[in-house]
Nanobody, 124 residues
Framework: QVQLVESGGGSVQAGGSLRLSCVASGYIGDSLCIGWIRRAPGKERDRVAAIYQWDGRTYYADSVTGRFTISQDNAKSTVYLQMNNLTPEDTAMYYC?????????????????WGQGTQVTVSS
């Protein structure tokens, strides 16, 4: 079971940027999807972005496409989420999550491992 620790959240004004980091440890196979899920009070769970560790294929939710970029540094076992042009609607607790799939279908692969979460707050 992979273990995940995320960091990088904080409070910014609308239009600002944040970069989240997720460090993975434990067993990391060649079919692992690592992504970001956000949860906010009164809103449904939102899969923001994900990446396939083996070949770097990515998934983005429509709401963040063009603003957020997910990337990985395999040497450091770290996944990053660069968030630009943030809006108050992006305010949420952001969780790094992971799951295994035989295919690079990281938009649909169930996540079974979760980090502790990092809070992102965007003010107007």
């Amino acid at each position: 079971q992979v273990q995940l620790v995320e960091s990088g959240g904080g409070s910014v004004q609308a239009g600002g940027s944040l970069r989240l980091s997720c460090v993975a440890s434990g067993y990391i196979g060649d079919s692992l999807c690592i992504g970001w899920i956000r949860r906010a009070p009164g809103k449904e769970r939102d899969r923001v972005a994900a990446i396939y560790q083996w070949d770097g294929r990515t998934y983005y939710a429509d709401s963040v496409t063009g603003r957020f970029t997910i990337s990985q540094d395999n040497a450091k076992s770290t996944v990053y989420l660069q968030m630009n042009n943030l809006t108050p609607e992006d305010t949420a607790m952001y969780y790094c999550a992971a799951g295994y799939s035989p295919r690079p279908d990281c938009g649909n692969t169930p996540f079974t491992a979760w980090g502790q979460g990092t809070q992102v707050t965007v003010s107007s």
